[in-house]
């Protein structure tokens, strides 16, 4: 299976700071079939972004993915009170699925 | 809107068998995939299978082949996720979710959870 290490575990970063976050997948993901989701406590996971860098639906400007074959990058540019959540990557291109460690992005 | 309802919160003993419905509004049921999710605490996203709410066509992780099974009901618009054989290991909460366009294995929808605890 194709395993996704994200790193750091813990971001510590103020509001308006920019944050990037990064995901190595062990082999490479087909058709760039990498996903970010955004979690917060008690509540299901957001898709953020879809395909390494397309928004999905309502998902602001702020957020930006990029990368191909085994190493992406999810940035926030600049960081508003709501972003500080943990973010988990998905590869969706070959089974099983799978995801992430996540990052927890913190208010520093 | 898309709704994904599921059942609530249950507490099984190790060797015992969890069922967990997905009851879906709001859309089409039978032209959507309905994934199986689990978090254990602290852990990662752990994907366990889908069924293809049209042909009821199914699919599950390795890791799980075996222990579990997902069904779907489409008078109901309901999915299930049964998982036998527990143990303290599978206590976690269990999310159903739908793709965002037929079979794109993206979660554009969740359900709202169902935690499952494992203990003797």
């Known amino acids: 299976e194709n395993v996704l290490t994200q790193s750091p575990g813990t971001l510590s970063l103020s509001p308006g700071e920019r944050a990037t976050l990064s995901c190595r997948a062990s082999?490479?993901?087909?058709?760039?079939?990498l996903a970010w989701y955004q979690q917060k406590p008690g509540q299901a996971p957001r898709l953020l972004i879809y395909?390494?860098?397309s928004r999905a639906t309502g998902i602001p400007d702020r957020f930006s993915g990029s990368g191909s074959g085994t190493d992406f990058t999810l940035t926030i540019s600049r960081l508003e009170p709501e972003d500080f959540a943990v973010y988990s990557c998905?590869?969706?291109?070959?089974?099983?699925?799978?995801f992430g460690g996540g990052t927890k992005v913190e208010i520093k | 809107q898309v709704q994904l309802v599921q059942s609530g919160a249950e507490v099984k003993k190790p060797g015992a068998s969890v069922k967990v419905s997905c009851k879906a509004s709001?859309?089409?049921?039978?032209?959507?995939?309905i994934h199986w999710v689990r978090q254990a605490p602290g852990q990662r996203l752990e994907w366990m299978g889908w069924?293809?709410?049209?042909?009821?066509?199914?699919k599950y992780s390795q890791r799980f082949q075996g222990r579990v099974t997902v069904t779907r009901d489409t008078s109901a618009s309901t999915a299930y996720m049964e998982l036998s054989s527990l143990r303290s290991e599978d206590t976690a909460l269990y999310y159903c979710?739908?793709?965002?366009?037929?079979?794109?294995?993206?979660?554009?929808?969740w359900g709202q959870g169902t935690l499952v605890t494992v203990s003797s």
């Open positions: 709001g859309y089409t049921f039978n032209s959507y995939t």
């Open positions: 069924i293809d709410a049209g042909n009821g066509n199914t």
């Open positions: 979710a739908r793709d965002w366009y037929y079979g794109d294995s993206l979660f554009q929808y």
């Open positions: 082999q490479s993901v087909s058709s760039s079939y």
């Open positions: 998905q590869q969706y291109g070959s089974s099983p699925l799978t």
């Open positions: 395909g390494a860098s």
